[in-house]
């Protein structure tokens, strides 16, 4: 079943021109989107896509753990450069 999701996601983010950023998460560091505390489960469920001309402008990407976040979820952070364009400059 994995194997098929990730295919799908493959396909999907080709066929619209996207990445998902957990690409640029280190996983191996402990760093997981969803934990159950009780039953000591983790992983990297959650997922964000940008168009490709945004990724190229992503500058950090990191999971925020928080003890005041009460969902098992944990917050995505995405930090990205832009340039800002003013028509009357």
């Given at each position: 079943m994995q194997g098929q999701f990730q295919t799908c996601n493959i396909n999907f983010a080709r066929e619209f021109d996207i990445g998902f950023v957990d690409d640029k998460l280190d996983i191996y560091q402990g760093k997981f989107c969803y934990r159950v505390d009780s039953t000591g489960a983790a992983s990297c469920?959650?997922?964000?896509?940008?168009?490709?001309?945004?990724?190229?402008?992503?500058?950090?990407?990191?999971?925020?753990?928080?003890?005041?976040n009460l969902s098992d979820h944990c917050s995505v952070i995405l930090e990205i450069t832009t340039i800002c364009y003013s028509k009357w400059s």
């Open positions: 469920i959650d997922h964000f896509a940008v168009s490709s001309t945004l990724w190229n402008s992503l500058k950090h990407v990191s999971i925020e753990d928080s003890s005041a």
